[in-house]
């Protein structure tokens, strides 16, 4: 028995030890190294696992789909043949839309590379934490890389990539207490930063102390944003905090619109896509066009746009001059 | 042989269980942490030495799922697998009632000890949540009872 004890006490204390040292040198070479070692050994378990998984539990949806599949080829091919004249105007309308892009000196929207990831792992005890994405260095992940979710037909901001292993990525949810991002209110130009609080809610500080905040303004990503492409959405304003005297500022409580317990799909916004992967269409937040018309005369008419490619808060101002050819009606 | 590759086999096994139950089974940031509850029954049953070289392997697995604070579960579970060990000396550790409440307060002892480890080195406590305070030690004392019956269906503890 002494012995027993005695070999515990060494283990004990090497393997504390070891722990210890992981603990406090967390950004040195050879604990990076230790862990991207241990990620390698152990990570294919949950990678493997997660596709064996999907496989065995979509196994009747895909016969079905299997199905269903063949019975829209038919019905989809004599579609294509259709489809070949929109084609045709859309690669001109494109071209067009480039050139006229240019002529403006417009700039066009951020070339990020998007790649879409399941989530692998979470853990409960860190469920506003971080998660973990079946996408890694093998598909172009790099550390800092925006990661999006979908929400109700729309894209939203889910947090960033903070470590990056061979075919797996650790995600920092924005709900993070370590999480920030700069963001502003849809209700006007109020732009604060968003904070993680290590629960459901976010929480956004720095809010001008002198305006009128109210509840149900959404939240959006700022183009000040280090990590984030401007114009996606964050949550929507849950309660405006009370005033405090001794702050220059006020804050508000954000629900997110990214769920952490509901996310399955994430899509990492890459710098650049790995050398042979077909290059997918550029993500543009997708905002229904809007025109307003705000004054009209006999022969022009000032009208307001917002399109699809235009901030939410930004709404172009323009006055289109309509000319008709009689003077009457446009 | 046979011995090796059922302990390599108890070894994987208890992390794939533990990731499936995360991912798939977790309501209200609530699931049993099989890998403290399989520590503490392995030190009860195979002595401290073998709880702790098990316990540090699957707290690396825990840990590099991670953002931070990588090694703070590997401890906790080493530390869980040398205590029970320790204590199967005075407590009767074979008896499924001891086993369960001795599980019990591990969790939440673990959870105060991730709570300081985090207060320590990255000056934020680490709060599992109330869901999980409540929750985890009756879950985990399940599992432990339920896998100190699967251990040895013969008696012989």
């Given amino acids: 028995m002494q012995r027993e004890t005695r070999i515990a006490n060494v283990v004990l204390g090497a393997l504390a030890a070891l722990s210890l040292l992981l603990l406090s040198l967390p950004l040195s070479t050879p604990v990076r190294s230790f862990k991207a070692g241990v990620g390698y050994l152990l990570d294919p378990l949950a990678y493997h696992g997660e596709a064996g998984y999907r496989r065995v539990a979509d196994s ?7 199905l269903q599949a063949d019975m829209e080829n038919d019905q989809l091919r004599a579609e294509l043949r259709r489809g070949e004249w929109v084609k045709t105007t859309v690669e001109a309308l494109s071209l067009e839309n480039e050139r006229l892009r240019r002529a403006l000196v417009l700039k066009s929207p951020s070339s990020r590379s998007p790649a879409w990831a399941h989530v692998m792992e979470r853990d409960p005890i ?3 934490r971080s998660l973990v994405v079946d996408a890694g260095g093998d598909r172009g992940v790099a550390l800092g890389d925006p990661v999006l979710g979908p929400r109700d037909g729309q894209l939203v901001a889910v947090g960033r990539v903070v470590d990056v292993r061979p075919m797996t990525s650790t995600v920092l949810l924005l709900t993070d207490e370590l999480s920030a991002a700069a963001a502003y209110l849809s209700s006007g130009t109020l732009e604060g930063l968003v904070q993680g609080q290590d629960g459901p809610r976010l929480r956004m500080n720095y809010l001008n102390a002198e305006s009128a905040l109210s509840a ?13 492409p401007p114009d996606v959405l964050i949550g929507r304003v849950a309660k405006v905090n009370p005033r405090d005297q001794f702050l ?3 804050s508000v409580e954000i629900d997110p619109a990214a769920d952490a317990s509901s996310l399955q799909e994430l899509m990492i916004l890459r710098a650049k896509a790995p050398e042979g992967e077909p290059k997918p269409p550029v993500y543009v937040p997708v905002i229904p066009p809007v025109v307003v018309p705000v004054s009209v005369s006999s022969h022009t008419a000032a009208v307001e746009i917002s399109t699809s490619t235009a901030r939410p808060r930004r709404r172009a101002m323009a006055a289109v001059a ?7 009606k446009p | 042989m046979i011995g090796f590759a059922r302990g ?10 533990q990731w499936w139950w995360n991912t798939h089974f977790a309501y209200w940031g609530a699931a049993p942490q099989f890998l403290l509850a399989l520590t503490i029954l392995i030190a009860a049953r195979r002595g401290p030495v073998l709880g702790m070289l098990a316990g540090f392997g699957w707290g690396l697995y825990l840990d590099v799922a991670r953002a931070e604070l990588f090694g703070a579960s590997a401890l906790i579970l080493t530390l869980a697998a040398y205590v029970a060990g320790v204590v199967r000396r005075q407590i ?10 001795t599980t019990f307060l591990f969790t939440w002892a673990g959870f105060l000890a991730q709570g300081l480890l985090g207060l320590t080195f990255t000056k934020s406590f680490e709060s599992p949540g109330w869901m999980s305070l409540l929750l985890t030690p009756f879950l985990n004392a399940l599992v432990v009872t339920a896998a100190s019956v699967i251990w040895d269906p013969r008696g012989d503890r």
């Fill in chain 1, 60 to 66: 009747p949806e895909r016969i079905r789909r299997l």
């Fill in chain 1, 126 to 128: 860190h469920w506003y």
């Fill in chain 1, 216 to 228: 149900g303004d959404s939240v959006y990503t700022s183009p000040t944003s280090a990590t984030f």
């Fill in chain 1, 248 to 250: 220059t500022f006020q």
């Fill in chain 1, 322 to 328: 309509i000319s008709t050819a009689a003077g009457g």
């Fill in chain 2, 8 to 17: 390599l086999a108890l070894f994987f096994g208890a992390m794939f269980l």
């Fill in chain 2, 92 to 101: 009767d550790l074979r008896a499924m009632g001891p086993l369960a409440a």
